[in-house]
């Protein structure tokens, strides 16, 4: 399976709207073949297919480097003063 927001161009912020403009761009490009591109346009317009497809091809590689907590930020803490019941959800 490709990339959904790869065959349309779309960004994974984009709304509806931008999606339905792309496919329509995309089948002017014909890059992918029209089965792919309608089946990109619906993983995107179902909402839980799309929230699937945002796990499933993460945007982490265009993004670049994710900074690490400095070690300075986490030296003062102090972990003895953490109620863990305080968020008990069961």
């Known amino acids: 399976m490709n990339n959904p ?7 994974q912020n984009a709304p509806m709207k931008d999606i339905v403009r792309a496919m329509a761009l995309a ?7 029209p089965k792919e591109i309608a089946a990109a346009k619906v993983q995107l317009s179902t909402p839980d297919k799309r929230l699937a497809s ?3 091809f993460p945007i982490l590689d265009k993004i ?8 300075s930020a986490t030296e003062d803490l102090d972990v003895s003063s953490f109620d863990p019941n305080k968020y008990n959800s069961l």
Do not use: H
């Not at 927001?5 to 960004?11: A, F, R, S, T, W």
């Not at 670049?64 to 070690?71: A, H």
């Open 5 to 11: 927001y790869e065959v349309l161009g779309v960004d």
């Open 27 to 33: 089948m002017t490009k014909r890059k992918y073949s």
């Open 54 to 56: 945002d796990f499933t």
């Open 64 to 71: 670049g480097t994710i900074n690490p907590i400095p070690v």
